[in-house]
């Protein structure tokens, strides 16, 4: 029996840690991830959302590119939901590589392409174009420039009305408003039980941004999409964490 409070609301039976786990318990029960990080708690939602997206939006036989795909997490969500899609993934550790083609081997429209995004021109890919480019987490390893770069090397492998669809970290930006984003570290660290990140000042938060750690601002990633002549919007935001979907005109 719900409870209702002094202004006629109904009061939910229960707290945000136990409805949000009900409403994603193929999250929450590790089915479709452990995180073993244990320190990126919308990391497993987020991904979910890609894989959700391409898998509602693609075509049978679409060409997907995953810049960053590490031993291929993203593309094992996706097999469970697609099994025919073609996949590209590339990624510049070796040993992250071996994982992901061992991990799909038989499957011939997997390619596992060893690759620096940071020199993309001496990339060689298996097809010449493709209907989705995906990054995850991946950006904040890439130079501002090296981010534009990749963006636009991107965006030439697209087909027309091809998506970008970007996850990563962006760069906090505002000291005044700093304080509501440690509001939602620490509501997220009661949810999951871990927590983002644990600087409690503006300051703080700039001075731990290790050197070769560069979250892009949300700003310039509209101006470097709009360079590379797509149109960009965010798709989901978690605090610091966003989605951002771009297609190419
Ligand atoms: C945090 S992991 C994310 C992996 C995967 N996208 C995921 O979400 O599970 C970042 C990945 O980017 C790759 N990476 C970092 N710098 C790179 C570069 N310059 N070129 C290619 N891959 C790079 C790393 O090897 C790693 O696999």
């Known amino acids: 029996m719900q409870e209702e409070n002094t202004v006629g609301w109904k009061k939910f039976p229960h707290p945000p840690e136990v409805w949000i786990k009900r409403q994603y318990p193929q999250i929450f029960n590790g089915i479709h991830m ?38 291929g997490y993203l593309e094992h969500l996706l ?42 021109d001496a990339i060689t890919l298996p097809h010449n174009d493709y209907q989705l480019v995906v990054t995850c987490l991946t950006f904040h390893d890439l130079t501002n420039g090296e981010k534009q770069a ?19 970290r962006i ?26 990140r644990s600087e409690g000042t503006f300051n703080a938060y700039e001075a731990n941004i290790a050197p070769n750690n560069n979250p892009a601002r949300l700003d310039d990633y509209c101006v470097w999409f709009k360079a590379s002549k797509m149109k960009s919007q965010v798709l989901h935001l978690h605090g610091n964490i966003v989605i951002i979907a771009a297609c190419k005109e």
């Open 34 to 71: 452990d995180d073993p990080i244990k320190s990126h708690p919308t990391r497993a939602e987020q991904l979910d959302i890609i894989a959700t997206v391409i898998t509602e939006t693609s075509s049978p036989g679409d060409r997907i590119l995953d810049l960053g795909c590490g031993t």
């Open 150 to 168: 990749v963006i636009d090397w991107a965006s030439a492998k697209l087909s027309t009305g091809g998506v970008f669809l970007l996850l990563d």
């Open 79 to 120: 097999w469970g939901m697609r099994e025919d899609l073609a996949v590209t993934g590339v990624d510049i550790n070796p040993d992250s590589l071996a994982s992901a083609a061992k991990r799909f081997a038989g499957r011939s429209a997997y390619h596992w392409i060893a690759g620096d995004l940071r020199m993309v």
């Open 171 to 196: 760069r906090l930006v505002e000291p005044t408003l700093f304080a509501l984003q440690v509001a939602l570290w620490n509501r997220l660290e009661r949810i999951h039980g871990f927590g983002m």
